[in-house]
């Protein structure tokens, strides 16, 4: 669980993708304690939103400004280290099990979290040491919000995190969000399904003008 | 940056890993050869250098084109970017994972191919140490190519376009050093082979960390 305080600022922002403007004029901020879920069409710019709020795209105009604790703005080259990502794909080995999978990026990020812990958590503690590829599409899931949770990280981003889980898994997600926004953390949530936390929305149309 | 390393190397060794590919494709490529030219032991032995360099070229270059692909493709290359480390640093322990699992064994097996050219004594050391100090180009160089061809579907072919040519310094001075060794001259090759491989294996990883930002924001 990151413990640091964080908020997330956004001013102005717009995102091109090839000729397309995907949006323009976005502002928002999303307090520390917040989350904010992020809605809309396919096609109307969520995963490009978040890539950009990880600094993988660079905005067309506007700026986004991460402040940790009190006041603390953090350069948009280091704003990658404070980010948790949870991306549409699952970024895990299919020949590792899910106990080496994790293992792996809990090494790669210095986390002191155990693995083994944070499997049981996830529900995962029978599959642990059975080849990722054997796993069902909402284990995968499981497994990528299991090393989301380790990577300790105060600003999460999520796309599409309902995606594939039984009811339980979307309580875990819920859960967790709530548990990672109680210490001062923030999220960002792209997702078309209704979320039950305290958040703010954000809608994008997908035409702008 | 270890468990980078760890992981990449357990990875070639699994099922699908491209490690034993490649050694298989070297050890037939250059088996063919000898088959293609026929028992002409002379021409043979003069060409061993040459062609060993060729195919430990060729077999390399058949597990770059997934070096930072398949973690591109998954989503991890997201997450390893996002990491403590430096991309740089991650391209250079991947760059490391990809010559312990094909140019070490290469260079391993490279004298029993050598048998199969009738190559006489004093050219196994001259070739045993040229693809030793020059397989780390052929992993390096071939590192560039990958990160900037990871997002092409068909990446796999483009790949050896951009990185044979570049390759062509190492593949001159490793096979020289062995023609060198034969005639029992000392020509240098192997000295400027060290100093291609080193200024390759130190640029390199700057250069894929480049490629693989560019991609990622593509």
Redesign the interface.
Known sequence: MGTALASLEVTDLACVRGDRALFRNLFFKVEPGRALVVEGPNGSGKTSLLRML?G???PATGSIALRIGPDQVVDAEDR??H?G?F???????P??TAK?NLS??A????SNADAGATLEWAGLSRAADFPVQYLSAGQKKRLALA?LKLSERPVWLLDEPFAALDVAGKKLVEQMLADHCATGSVAVVATHEAISIPSAKLALSGAPR | MTALLFRDVRLAFRAGGGATLALAFFASVAALVPLGIGPDLKLLARIAGGVLWISAALAALLSLDRLFQSDFEDGSLDLIALSPQSLEAASAAKIAAHWLTTGLPLTALSPLLGLLFGLPPNGYLALVLSLLIGTPAISAIGAVGASLTLSIRRGGLILPLVVLPLLSPAVIFGAGAVIASLDGLSNGALGLLAAFSLVSVILAPFACAAGVRLNLAG
């Open positions: 990880a993988f795209l660079s990658g280290k980010i990502w991306g549409h794909q699952d970024g895990l080995k020949q590792l080496e792996f990026f090494q790669l990020y210095s090393r």
